[in-house]
């Protein structure tokens, strides 16, 4: 990763309406990148969606209802006196976190964390080294 990707982060909380904040974090809960809240509180959020997704990952392993080997926790919500909080998969090890305002329509802004998701997977991935001649 060459820039950190605070400018997807930004566009994403323009581009949907009632989001106050976006938070991407490694699944250690270390804030990597964030929007719309002092790094204090981004770094509690941070915390906040470690646990969120080990929660998520722990459903897959209940007996009986294990999920498919290969798959891995997606998306949660969480309402607490109306804020919103959507935690999904961002890419390998790393979570990304939306905050919105109570009346927010979440249906859309869960579909556009999908699309963050996979932009910021391109954006993390580290591309191969190409051999050069010599």
Known sequence: MTEKPDWLLKSFAEENP??????LTSSDGLLMASHGLERDSAERVGA????SAALGRS??????????????????TVCHGGLWMLVGHA?????LAVLTVPDADIAPIAHAMTRLSDRLYEHLSTKPRTSTAH
């Not at 009632?18 to 938070?23: D, M, P, Q």
């Not at 906040?48 to 646990?51: H, K, L, R, T, Y």
């Not at 209940?62 to 949660?76: C, R, Y």
Request: charged share 10%.
């Open 48 to 51: 906040m969606v470690s646990g």
């Open 59 to 76: 459903l897959g392993q209940i007996p009986g209802l294990e999920s498919p080997q290969g798959t891995h926790f997606e998306q949660m």
């Open 91 to 95: 890419g390998k090890e790393t979570y």
């Open 18 to 23: 009632g989001t106050i904040a976006v938070v």
